[in-house]
């Protein structure tokens, strides 16, 4: 109950799915406050101790508002979770440039906005941990989603990059690269593409958000603290064989 006792952590794409699983869990894991920025209204925002700010993740304006906020209302930022995304499952040769820039926006650009905005405020506390949402389809191929895949391959670098650039600042970044989990994003998905998941699964089974959420709350504490510009797979055993 007292794993993040204290911290401040914001987290995109937390309305629903995974990142609100690790918004509320944080928040029971005795964290000081959990900011949920999304361009989605959150459902049962009332009853629940998460602070839900709407920003679009594409827009560097929000983010230098939403942490200028933060800062100025508790004094430090100790945890960004870059999660919010979209997923899109077209083939290369099925691509627009409209589809591949939407997705890089939302999926990738994103974190760069949102990292290079939380960086001097973590540098000067000489303390943070960056969480990058990545997948398993940014370690292993698939055929389609060639977009989703672009920006999912890229996250592991980049978090790589800032984990090497400012470790001696006292920042960590990981990314985090789940398997096939419940959640709004697949809850429209085929069955065919679930069951061939499904049965690729080590574990025979999809995650739920609770199994994510508590890998992360892992990076996000300071039972990490000697983990850095790594990548935690949560995906069953998914890419074992
Ligand atoms: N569900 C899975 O099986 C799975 C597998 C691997 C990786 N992931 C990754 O996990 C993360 C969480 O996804 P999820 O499964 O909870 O899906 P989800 O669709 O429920 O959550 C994604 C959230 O991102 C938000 N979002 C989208 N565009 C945004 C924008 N421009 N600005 C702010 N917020 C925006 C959505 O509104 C939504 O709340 C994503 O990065 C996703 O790619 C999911």
């Given at each position: 109950m007292d794993r993040l006792?204290?911290?401040?952590a914001l987290?995109t794409?937390a309305?629903?799915g ?10 029971r894991e ?9 361009v989605?209204?959150a459902?049962d925002a009332?009853?629940s101790?998460v602070?839900?700010?709407k920003m679009?993740?594409t827009q560097?304006?929000e983010?230098k ?5 933060i800062?100025?209302e508790?004094?430090?930022i ?7 995304a979209i997923?899109?499952y077209e083939?290369?040769?099925e ?7 939407k997705v890089l926006?939302?999926d990738?650009?994103s974190i ?5 905005e939380v960086?001097?405020?973590m540098?000067?506390k000489?303390?943070g941990?960056i969480?990058n ?10 055929p389609?989603s060639?977009?989703?895949q672009?920006?999912?391959?890229a ?7 800032v984990?090497a650039?400012?470790g001696a600042d006292g ?8 398997g096939?989990?419940?959640?709004p994003?697949?809850a ?5 593409i679930?069951?061939a998941?499904?049965?690729g699964?080590?574990l025979?089974?999809p ?10 709350l ?5 039972e990490s603290s000697?983990?850095?510009?790594t990548s935690?797979?949560v995906d069953?055993?998914y890419?074992?064989?």
């Open positions: 006792t204290g911290k401040v987290i794409g309305a629903r995974q990142g609100r699983e690790m918004a509320e869990l944080f928040m005795g964290a000081k406050a959990v900011i949920s920025a999304d989605l209204d459902e009332e009853s101790p602070t839900f700010v679009d993740v560097d304006t983010w508002s939403t942490i200028d906020a800062v100025a508790h004094g430090q100790d945890i960004l979770i870059n999660n919010a997923v899109k083939t290369i040769l691509t627009s440039n409209e589809l591949y820039d926006d939302i990738l650009k760069f906005l949102g990292m290079r960086l001097p405020h540098i000067e000489k303390s941990s969480i949402v990545s997948s398993i389809w940014g370690l292993a191929g698939v389609s060639y977009a989703y672009a920006a999912k391959g996250i592991l670098n980049v978090s790589k990059n984990a650039t400012y920042v960590r970044c990981n990314s985090l690269h789940p096939y989990i419940l959640s994003m697949n429209d998905q085929a069955q065919d679930n069951d998941l499904i049965a699964t080590v025979g089974r995650g739920q958000p609770i199994e994510t959420a508590y890998a992360a892992f990076l996000a504490s300071d000697y983990v850095t510009g935690l797979v069953g055993g890419l074992a064989p």
